[in-house]
């Protein structure tokens, strides 16, 4: 008998939901249980607890919990009245959601691009985006976006500088990210506003759509709550303002509430992970930069080949030995059918090439060390 090949052993998982069920099931269970005895499914007590507990873990005063990260960014526009002529600087590199608000709400996305070692907004080519818009005088600058991509933090200082000085609104799109940590503090109040997802296979994730705003700022609070129900006043007949159905259902912080108890070991992992990954593929991909200072969230671990065709090559190696890839993102956001006819055209180099060579390799927390040297040998070749 001769010893299995590699190819023959069991394909690894991008997200392995069932393994991570094996080992938080039952304390879901409990909470989901007792989510069906009470049967308060639309804010029931479970909203406000992980509230408390996301803002307690985030070091910020205030959290509401919404229906999706998606629905907390437009919240979060809409309480600042974000509309028609205005003007929202955001990464070309990122989830589509972060452009699609502003374009929901009738305002323009002004694409800006990335660094291309740590794959962050540039803030280099946000000074030149902002001069460009105030210089074609059509639109009126009115909102930075950060968002903090694949699990680290956007460059913060800078950013809050340039909001300072532009007069800027300025917001974190942290729906990759929350566990992250800059200069020693998590990721929550980096900005004015910041944006949370639960989406399954976010490093904090739910089982369904979900997701929360943080702010130190009451009044705002205040607002994005009744703006998640219906622009609601003291009543529940009175309303104040349009708002709309955004609402976090209590099943779904139920199932948070069990899964923030493990959230800080599933961070050690996917931190282990992302340094056994550096050690081992350097020198045979280009591995992700750190951002100084910052600690990841690891949602995604990405690489870069050379070129399109070695991305081609070694995501065909992978798939032959049972290694799953992922491209976050095939194409920049300025360059989708979608979004271009709202774009200027000026070219985003960075973002572009990115696109053309970046490959995500799997780091969920269940991932065994056997299965990460697989990993690593299967990039070797
Ligand atoms: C996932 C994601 C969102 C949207 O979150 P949903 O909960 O899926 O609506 C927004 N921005 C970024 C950067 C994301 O990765």
Request: aromatic share 6%; hydrophobic share 45%.
């Amino acid at each position: 008998m001769t010893a299995p090949l590699p190819d023959s052993l069991p394909p690894i998982a991008f997200l392995d939901l069932p393994a991570q069920q094996a080992r938080l099931g039952d304390a879901i269970r409990r909470r989901v249980d007792t989510v069906m005895a009470h049967c308060r499914f639309v804010m029931g007590p479970e909203v406000a607890e992980l509230e408390q507990a996301l803002a307690a873990y985030a070091g910020a005063d205030q959290c509401v919990g919404v229906s999706s990260g998606t629905d907390a960014i437009q919240i979060v526009m809409m309480a600042e009245g974000i509309g028609p002529g205005d003007a929202v600087f955001l990464p070309a590199f990122t989830y589509t959601a972060t452009a699609e608000v502003p374009l929901l709400l009738k305002a323009t996305p002004v694409f800006v691009d990335v660094d291309p070692r740590t794959f962050q907004i540039d803030p280099a080519s946000l000074e030149r985006r902002i001069a460009q818009v105030r210089a074609d005088g059509r639109l009126r600058p009115r909102a930075i976006v950060g968002v903090d991509l694949f699990g680290q933090p956007a460059p913060w200082p800078e950013l809050r500088a340039i909001a300072e000085r532009e007069g800027l609104f300025l917001m974190d799109d942290c729906a990759q990210s929350f566990g992250g940590a800059l200069s020693g503090r998590k990721l929550g109040c980096e900005a004015t506003a910041t944006t949370l997802s639960f989406f399954p296979s976010k490093p904090l994730g739910g089982y369904g759509d979900g997701g929360a705003i943080l702010t130190n700022d009451p009044e705002r609070a205040d607002l994005y709550r009744s703006l998640r129900t219906h622009g609601e006043g003291k009543t529940r007949y009175e309303v104040l303002r349009i708002g709309m159905n955004g609402r976090l259902d209590t099943l779904q912080a139920a199932v948070l509430l069990a899964k923030l108890e493990g959230f800080d070991d599933e961070l050690a992992r996917r931190d282990a992970i992302a340094d056994a990954y550096d050690a081992g593929l350097e020198g045979h991909v280009v591995t992700p930069a750190r951002v100084p200072h910052s600690q990841s969230a690891w949602a995604i671990y990405a690489v870069l080949t050379e070129n399109e065709a070695a991305r081609v090559a070694l995501q065909d190696r992978l798939k032959a030995r049972g290694v799953p890839s992922a491209i976050y993102y095939p194409r920049p956001l300025h360059l989708q059918p979608a979004y271009q006819g709202s774009h200027d055209g000026t070219p985003l180099p960075v973002a572009e090439d990115l696109a053309c060579r970046i490959l995500a390799l799997p780091i969920h927390p269940e991932l065994t060390d056997a299965e990460v040297a697989r990993v690593i040998a299967a990039v070797h070749g």
